[in-house]
């Protein structure tokens, strides 16, 4: 008699290798391998634009590693905890395997599930469950210095693990969506068209974005705050799409690089202590752990300095060449991301809330933990946060880590011919200089959208009154 299939449920975990739901479901016979694009369901956060594009080239790649082991995906739309019980009963299925996820609608999912048929969660999201990263009284962490010393007492994480030999779907399964059909990828204009230049998605993609990285790991520690140079890793899409297992990056630059890979394990842990908050704190998008902060005022996200912003035209460089970069290719430095986020919520008093919604929509890794936390870190309303009252300097934090301006030059090329001492200041240079380098303020290159100083004073006033009650 043939065994009743299995349905392996694919979320952001689009990979074969150290995927134990698909070992697992892989073991027992038959599987049904489905991806659910849902946009439906109750509370959830619509899959921005940017990580569209990566999502269809993503779950075409997942498509034909499965082929390569005699599988195929299923691609269906809808609100997923709906789809798969239909989907169970249409192919005999009375056993669902995934990955266990931490945000709210997928947690709220899993129950649901849960309730309707048998749901067997697995880990790999994570290096380790937060859950199981307690205290010495058995409590959850709420601050990231003592959760990464309990999460490295309990590193290094397992082994990963092959893919499974062989993917058995049974004869009638269905055929699924067509992926063209979705619209995942932008049509006119395209802005993504320089999105490929940078990126290949894929598990075969971030198998070798990790390789490159191994390879120069070593000096990440002294380079990953310089924009200018090419020091980060890059695989934070790959790890938010669930390309690369937490494991298989931990082992594969622990392996390369030994004690000097400690700054960047330690990244990798804070991705973990993210999902941790986001279990203990479901709406960290929309409310700020700092309740009080509630009470700021904010210049509405329709402003003209809010809308120059988004384009890279607020008249400071450094922000303006992090904003580019986003657009152009879909993700921006760290150093710079916290630069111009606080340029946003500080400078221009707009709602961090605003920030998130941008940065969800225009980056390719954007994590919900990683990016909610980013920002209420760097608005200093998170529970473990920078205070409000550190406002960077842009001119300041530009000379620090762009010292050469190499990373304006390339993203602000109509400053290129400035000198190096007023390229993050370019009000500062003498009209020869600007004459020089053919370069207009308020034509060429816009005048600030609002003076340091002026801005430094009007935030912490702000922030006093808040203090204030």
Known sequence: ????????????????????????????GPVVPVYVLDDEAPGSLRIGGAQRWWLH????????????????????????????????????????????????????????LRNRMELRLHGGVALTPPSRVLSGTGGRYRIFTPFWRALQAQMPP??????????????????????????????????AAGFSDWWT???????????????????????????????SS??????HFGELSPAQVWHTIADAVGK???????????????????????????????????????????????????????????????????WATGWMHN????????????????????????FWDTLLDADLGNNALGWQWIMGSGVDSSPFIRIFA?????????????????WCPELAKLPDDVIHAPWEASAFELATAGVKLGQTYPEPVVAHEFARQRALAAFAEIKAG
């Open 1 to 28: 008699m043939t065994a009743a299939p299995t349905i392996i449920w694919f979320r952001q975990d689009l990979r074969v290798a150290d995927q134990a739901a698909l070992a697992a479901a892989a073991a027992e």
């Open 57 to 112: 080239h993503s779950l075409a790649a997942l498509d034909a590693e499965l082929r390569g082991l005699g599988g195929r995906l299923i691609l269906l739309r809808g609100r997923a905890d709906t789809v798969l019980l239909d989907l169970a009963q249409a192919v005999g299925a009375h056993r669902i395997h995934a990955l266990k996820h931490y945000e709210p609608w997928w947690t709220a999912q899993e129950t649901a």
């Open 158 to 191: 397992p082994e990963p693990q092959p893919a499974p030999v062989r993917v058995n779907v049974p004869a009638g399964a269905p055929q699924g969506e067509a992926l063209a059909s979705w619209g995942l990828l932008p049509t006119k204009p395209d802005w």
């Open 201 to 231: 998605p894929g598990e075969r993609g971030g198998w070798a974005a990790l390789e490159r990285f191994a390879e120069v790991a070593i000096r990440y520690d002294h380079d990953r705050n310089i924009p200018g140079v090419n020091g």
């Open 234 to 239: 890059r695989l934070s899409p790959h790890l």
């Open 260 to 326: 000097p890979a400690e700054p960047f394990l330690r990244e990798v842990g804070w991705r973990d202590f993210a999902l941790g908050l986001i279990e203990q704190f479901p709406d960290s998008a929309t409310r700020p752990h700092r309740i009080q902060f509630e009470a700021l005022r904010h210049t509405p996200g329709s402003d003209p300095a809010i809308e120059a912003w988004r384009r890279g035209m607020t008249g400071y460089p450094i922000v303006d060449a992090g904003m580019r970069e986003l």
């Open 335 to 358: 150093r710079v991301r916290m630069i111009a986020a606080s340029f946003l919520v500080k400078h221009l008093m707009g709602d961090w809330r605003d920030g998130f919604a941008w």
């Open 394 to 410: 842009p001119v300041g934090q530009g000379r620090k880590f762009d010292a050469n301006g190499a990373y304006v030059r390339r």
